[in-house]
């Protein structure tokens, strides 16, 4: 039988008699310490140190992983911003992995806006000023030509999950160049602190295209490339022969694709979602966040989903991956395709989406209305605006996708009064300087009615004497397990009902464990991904997508088992040296 790749050109995990893994090293002395993978800094035993060739390189004491925890988070609080802790908490991935995940699974919800929304938009735009370290792959147009040759270069052999994103649609703040490859750096660390997927599973890809920002293509320091962005035909050979040297190099990855333009991200993921195994999580990953959101505030209503009416503001990947969603919830849940439909109302640049409007879509023209559907409507101008269709619609349900701060007004959200005494308001716009309205003031307005999410870590709300939590609409509640799942069954394609299965499961998870609020904490990521992990990793077996042969007999118990046996922790190996070790 051929010896099996190792999982990097630099080491191999293998197991003892004993069963016990050990990570076999083909490097020492500093080769050794500047691996981010390998390096235990002060945490090396006296025998690796003489072993591996580090003594004298180190410190003489040997720091057990609480200590080295201590000293870092120490360390971490004297950081003055939270841009200066997202650079130290990046400089300390960029040396050791392990305990840079040590340290965040330990402070989950503290470091979560810092590594991810809102803080990695700072990150993002300051991107080549604050360049450190190589970290994940870039390909551009320059030579796109050679990815395969590139993708050797990768030192990893066993990648499983891919965030791949052309920069175009950055969070809120639209084109960002090459600074986007800190977005896909910033949701692999979730995969792995949430997800259970390995560090040496992960590839953060930046597909650089060029910019349509002329001050980044005149800044000589700028990283990416200094032309355009490609389109058309160009653009579409560029990411076939990207997703090419993906599948010839990886056969068992998984792509999310990440902060494309509106109109794109949906082609992208038509063209290759039955190539490749890829989802969009833009599009799918905050339709699932929204859609159980949607269904805990329903509950806390004491009314069920379909008794909501649902205007959705932002006509992008996200507003409409949401409104797609909340169809598929509603039809789920028993209503037909025509009723869903009439349920809900998507608002954009001109107002309420309608046919024969300017530059429609193909992914918008299914929630597009026409002058008969509103028949009985009073609005003045062309078409419907926002306020004109909360007020018609007589919405229950707002929510906002759009990046415009302040978009809500108050005579907007308290018209929602007429319709319900507790609306459901979701502002889900990040980072948290571009929230279509304040928490805080949508409950002064709604006199302490509203039921709230936003997409960036908002305190709760004290009103007349009571304290109203803001629930985060964060997708990082979806995408971490959806992805470890669909890992898990080596899932040949993310099925529409894996998307669904995701989106139950942190609505029964919230409705269990925390009634009377939309999301649950943060803090409990990692056992809501393990948990939603498990339901995609089943749904896929009911798809018939699952090519892992050894999870389909499994049982629900016997799957669970299995899945969080796979999950990667934060944990030193012991490290040996291979026989062919060189300095």
């Known amino acids: ?176 160049g090459f600074g986007g490859m800190a977005i896909s750096i910033g949701k692999l660390s979730l995969y792995t602190a949430a997800g259970g997927v390995g560090p040496d599973k992960t590839l953060p890809v930046e597909l650089d295209v060029g910019t349509n920002r002329q001050d980044l293509i005149d800044d000589p320091l700028y990283l990416g490339v200094h032309h355009r962005r490609l389109t058309g035909a160009d653009y579409d050979e560029f990411l076939d022969t990207f997703v090419e040297g993906v599948a010839h190099r990886y056969p068992k990855a998984i792509i999310q694709w990440e902060d494309f333009a509106r109109g794109t991200a949906f082609r992208v993921l038509e063209r290759y979602r039955k190539v490749i195994p890829s989802f969009n999580d833009d599009i799918q990953g905050t339709g699932a966040m929204a859609l159980a959101g949607l269904t805990c505030a329903s509950q806390m209503k004491g009314e069920t989903l379909t008794a909501q009416v649902f205007v959705v503001v932002g006509a992008g990947a996200a507003g409409i991956g949401v409104a797609q969603a909340i169809r598929q919830g509603l039809v789920a849940d028993g209503l037909s395709d025509a009723e869903a439909g009439a349920r809900v109302f998507v608002v954009d640049r001109y107002g309420l989406l309608m046919h024969g409007q300017p530059d429609l879509e193909s992914q918008q ?16 101008g062309e078409y419907p605006t926002l306020h004109e269709v909360v007020v018609n619609a007589r919405a229950t349900a707002l929510l906002g996708f759009t990046g415009v701060p302040g978009l809500f007004r108050q005579e907007t959200v308290q018209a929602m009064l007429d319709a319900t005494p507790r609306p459901i308001v979701f502002p889900l716009s990040n980072p948290s300087s571009h929230v279509e309205a304040r928490p805080a003031d949508v409950i002064e307005w709604t006199r302490g009615g509203a039921i709230i999410a936003s997409g960036s870590p908002f305190p709760e709300v004290e009103y007349a004497g009571q304290c109203h939590p803001v629930g985060q609409g964060n997708n990082a509640f979806i995408f971490p397990g959806l992805g470890f799942g669909a890992v898990t069954a080596r899932a040949r394609e993310i099925t529409d009902a894996m998307i669904m299965a995701a989106a139950r499961t942190l609505a029964a998870y919230t409705l269990e464990h925390h009634p009377g609020h ?35 007999s499994l049982n629900d118990v016997q799957l669970e088992e299995a899945i969080r046996g796979r999950a990667w922790l934060p944990q030193y190996l012991p490290l040996h040296r291979s026989a062919d070790a060189r300095e």
């Open 518 to 552: 939309v999301y649950p904490p943060v803090s409990e990521l990692r056992e809501i991904s393990i948990r939603i992990a498990v339901a995609v990793a089943r749904q896929a077996i009911t798809d018939g997508v699952c090519a892992q042969r050894s999870i389909r």
């Open 365 to 380: 023209l299914p929630f597009a209305r026409t002058p008969g559907d509103l028949t009985g409507w009073a609005y003045d």
């Open 1 to 176: 039988m051929p010896k099996a790749t190792p999982v990097s050109r630099y080491y191999d995990v293998s197991r003892d008699e004993h069963g016990q893994r050990f990570i076999d090293v083909h490097v020492t002395g500093l080769a050794l310490l500047q691996n981010p993978l390998l390096n235990k800094t002060t945490a090396f035993t006296r025998t690796e140190r003489r072993d591996l060739g580090l003594e004298g390189l180190i410190p003489p004491h040997v720091s057990t992983f609480d200590e080295q925890k201590e000293r870092t988070y120490l360390r971490y609080l004297k950081c003055g911003s939270d841009i200066e802790k997202h650079e130290y908490l990046r400089a300390l991935q960029d040396r050791n992995e392990v305990l840079f995940y040590g340290v965040l699974e330990d402070h989950l919800e503290e470091m979560l806006p810092i590594i991810y929304t809102p803080t990695v938009g700072e990150a993002v735009k300051t991107y080549s000023s604050n360049y450190r370290y190589p970290r994940g792959f870039a390909v551009s147009t320059e030579d796109i030509d050679r990815i395969d040759e590139m993708l050797e270069n990768v030192s990893v052999n066993d990648v499983r999950m891919i965030v791949a994103t052309d920069s175009s649609a950055i969070l809120g703040l639209g084109d960002q």
